[in-house]
Every structure is written in structure tokens, then in C-alpha cells.
């Protein structure tokens, strides 16, 4: 292609009319800088939403890298250093330490560095995409209010929530390797309420069912599977109930050891968690089918988890339920409630939580 300006085009540049000396270009916008932020930071996925539009969807996974690496080849939005330890986070592990990759496969990660970590990265992502060099650090104090889910089990014992509370709230000091900031979590400003409970919020915008009667909230996640319920839009704390073993994380594990049984590959369940939507895994150049195995897997995860809902809802007259959570769209046609009540299902299952937590935060 020609890089040569047309006569034309220089003529119309020509006699374009100038620009007078009193005139001065348009401001630029001032940055966003969010002052409320929902949480969801899940086993499997962390999500955020916030009031400047940046919505975070994020694999929950680190891994520290050595300090010998070039950082200015490592992604700046994925990047963190804690005391004198660098940490990639997210998908980034898959690329920078596939085989250092850290999740937590535990439910009691609240109280936990692992968690910490995780938070701050939650906080880097919201913030980082407009502070990426010294001089874009704000004079105002970075001071969000957030709200964050936790399982409704532990949302029931308040020296549990309280304590996770008091870990969570602080000044964070974010070393990045471009620039260092500083945001602040005050107590006031930190709310916490029981995985599931968001998502009712958001069934609420998306149903008009749910406004009234007896609803049950089934959220389905990476290890455990938590119920919450509504009678009338109120909150019934009474009645919220986790079951620690029933999570997306056993159909992983099923597909894990089938593979290995028919293949002698041991595959890592970060990636087959990528691939469980599909019907088939392409590993070394094989195209392993995983189908029936999954299948059997959820069939099972499903047994439990509609044995739970019987369990927990006993004695509760139940107008309906609301599937959420990573888990819900493989599962939606697997789970049924008392009498066989076809679950609602949200639009975007996976941020239900995040989504409604952040109608709590815009009121």
C-alpha cells in the first residue's frame, strides 16, 4: 500500500480553517476512581462489580514467581508483590507458573494469606487499569465501600463473620511493578452477607416471581453448595445451611480420573475446569471424550445436592428456587426442588452473587 499523501487530501488539509490561539482542547475525563465495589471471591472464580463500570472475572489461583524473572514482561494487571515475594494471579498463572499454581481447596481460606492475597489482587484489578504509573495515584484517599459473600454457614456464626471481618479490614499497600498505591478498608465500610443472598437480589431485577412468597436460593459452587431463603424479600438466617462436599470441584475430579484411567495423563483440574463446558478435552494432540463421565458426574453431584435441598428445606413450604453459582448452568436441568419445582435460573449465574451485592451497595 501506498504511503504517499493524494494531492487532494493535501489540498482539504490546507484549506482547513485554523484553529484560533484562545482556543484550548477539551479536558480530559476525569478517572474513575470506584468508591463501591461488590465482592465474590469464590474456590473457583473471583467476581467484582463496580460503580465505574469495571466488572472482574477472574480464576482464583496464584502462584509466586521468582525474583529472577524480567517483571517487565510480566502482566502489570496480574502482578503483586507481598514482603519481597512476587505473585501472579489468575489466568496469568497458566502462563507465567503453570506448575506453581495455588488454589484452596479448603473452605475455612477466609482467615487465610492465600485469601488476603486474593482480596488484594480483587483491589488491583478494580483499581489498577487507572493507576499505572506513579503520577495517576490520586490525592484522594482510596476508600470504597464493598460489599463480599461468604458461605451462608459461616455467615450463621457472627465470632466467624466477625473475625474474618477484623482479618479483612486495613490499609493494603499494593506494590505493583509499575507503581505502588494504597487503598484503605475501614469497618464501616466493609459489609459482609451470606453467599446466595446477592443472588436473590438479582433474581429479584430479573423475576418478578421471586418478590413474593417463600424462596429458596441453591448456590452452587467450586467446593460447596449453600442455600439461603426468602419469605416475602426477608431474610430468614435461621434457615441457611452449606454442604461442604457437594461443589463443581467432584465433577472436575471425576474427569480427572477417568483421563488418567484411559490415558495415564494427570491432568490438573485448573484445566479441566476451563474445558467443562465442552464434551471433549484436546490434550497432547488426543481429543479425549469426557461426556458420559460427566454426565455420571453431575448425576451424582445432583443426587447429593437435591438430597440437600429436601434436607434443608424440610418443614418449609417452598414457592420456588433460584439455581446460582458456577455450577448452575451444567446442573439446571439436573436439580429439582420439593415436588419437582423447576429451579429459575439467572441470566449471568456465575456473577448473580457480585451483581446483587452491588444492588445492595447503589441502594
Known sequence: MSTKRSPKRTQESAAAPAVAESESPLPMPKPCYPKKISFDIG???????TDCGIPVDARSIQAPVSDAKRFNDL?????????DQWYVFGEACYTYAPKTGQDMTVTNRYMSDWYKRLFTYGLHRCYGLIIQQPEAVPAERLEPQIVLSIPAVLFKDEAVTAKIHAHL?????????????????TPENLTIIPEGAGSFLSACAEYAAPHTGTWAVVDVGYLTTDIVIFRDEDYIADLADSDTAAGMNSVSKHIKGHVFAQHKIDLQTSIIDQHIDCDTISVHALSIPIQDVKHAAL????????????????????????LTGGGAKLLLDYIKGPGSIVPL???????????????????
Not at 474456590?43 to 462489580?49: H, L
Not at 511493578?177 to 484503605?184: A, E, H, K, P, R
Not at 453431584?301 to 437435591?306: G, K
Open 43 to 49: 474456590n473457583g472464580y473471583m467476581n467484582a462489580t
Open 345 to 363: 435460573k439467572l441470566t449471568n449465574h456465575r456473577r448473580g452473587n457480585c451483581d446483587g451485592g452491588y444492588l445492595m451497595l447503589a441502594g
Open 169 to 185: 479490614c486495613g490499609t493494603y499497600h499494593i506494590q505493583t511493578t509499575l507503581c505502588d498505591y494504597n487503598v484503605y478498608i
Open 75 to 83: 502482566p502489570f494487571e496480574h502482578c503483586l508483590k507481598f514482603d
Open 299 to 322: 448425576t451424582a453431584l445432583a443426587r447429593q445436592i437435591n438430597q440437600f435441598i429436601q434436607v434443608a428445606t424440610a418443614g418449609v413450604l417452598i414457592t420456588g428456587i433460584i
